[in-house]
């Protein structure tokens, strides 16, 4: 064959080849930007993930784990949830977040703490804080919190039976403990 049909036949794949990639795209695009805005658009200010009927991806951090301090960090009171659960049971064990320590400092903390928990130490809450089931837990790749139960009212002093060590991003131990 001529040369000029190694050329021709080579030109005639780089179009098929070019226009395959930029039809990939562009069903990807149709695929994940209603995905991306969806999830964006809910408040989320981070996108773990994608599913799709045809697939599901899941994103990671820098240390390629999941996202570990997402849903496991408790969030504060609204002072409209605190007056309601006055009417939730108080009584009985559950868990409490007391916050992320790291390197001797804390990065946020929900009871007056100057060093991490152990059992035995008595505790005072510096704002309301959530009482839940159970500590966070890894499951089917995400991390879950435990039911809220009740809320510790600010000021009010608990006795730590069992302490939780959760890890957290960059190198954050993410305390919890049981009262």
């Known amino acids: 064959m001529p040369r000029d049909k190694y050329e021709k036949l080579e030109s005639i794949t780089n179009i098929v080849r070019n226009i395959f990639?930029?039809?990939i795209?562009?069903?990807l695009a149709v695929i994940l930007l209603p995905q991306l805005?969806?999830?964006?658009?809910t408040g989320k200010s981070a996108i773990s993930g994608i599913e799709t009927p045809i697939f599901k991806v899941r994103l990671l951090n820098e240390l390629n784990t999941p996202d570990r301090t997402r849903g496991i960090e408790d969030s504060a009171v609204p002072?409209?949830?605190?007056?309601?659960?006055?009417?939730?049971?108080t009584e009985g064990q559950a868990w409490s977040y007391v916050g992320a320590y790291r390197d001797g400092d804390w990065d946020s903390r929900y009871f007056d703490v100057q060093r991490p928990p152990a059992q035995g130490?008595?505790?005072k809450?510096?704002?309301?804080v959530y009482r839940r089931a159970d500590k966070p837990r890894f499951i089917n790749g995400e991390w879950r919190m435990g039911d809220i139960e009740g809320v510790t009212k600010s000021g009010t002093q608990i006795t730590v039976n069992e302490v939780a060590v959760i890890p957290g991003t960059n190198r954050y131990k993410l305390y919890w403990v049981k009262s």
């Open 37 to 41: 805005y969806s999830q964006l658009s």
């Open 121 to 123: 130490d008595k505790l």
């Open 125 to 128: 809450a510096l704002t309301d």
């Open 21 to 23: 990639v930029v039809f």
């Open 79 to 89: 002072e409209t949830v605190a007056e309601a659960a006055k009417i939730l049971k």
């Open 25 to 27: 795209a562009v069903v």
